[in-house]
């Protein structure tokens, strides 16, 4: 017999796939850090470097006539600029509340 669906709690949004991916990529990183810790910008470097891997492989993913026909045009000079961008955007905000790191103000 199947289970049936567990529903989404009342109080929580439905979350894009942006965020999705957000919190993948989070998670991801900061449980490979647990397993094998590592220097904070060494570990962002390695970051970096598979993003640069990923780009390269969705790039090539979109060339040629039986490449993704989703539009997108790869342009490594471009698209760097647009992600140097939103690395120093995502730096000049200010952090979000972590509720792990959050101090309890009582109790219930």
């Not at 796939?17 to 094998?36: G, T």
């Not at 060494?42 to 970096?48: D, H, N, R, T």
């Amino acid at each position: 017999m199947d289970a049936p669906p567990h529903p989404a709690p009342a109080c929580a949004e439905p979350a894009s796939p942006e965020a999705h991916l957000d919190e993948a990529l989070r998670r991801a990183f900061w449980q490979s850090l647990n397993r094998a810790p590592l220097p904070a910008l060494s570990a962002l470097e390695v970051a970096a470097r598979v993003v640069g891997a990923l780009y390269r492989q969705v790039a090539q993913a979109h060339e040629g006539p039986q490449g993704c026909r989703c539009g997108w045009e790869p342009d490594p000079d471009c698209d760097l600029i647009v992600l140097e961008a939103n690395l120093a955007a995502a730096l000049m905000q200010p952090p979000e509340p972590d509720l792990a790191r959050m101090i309890p103000l009582g109790c219930a």
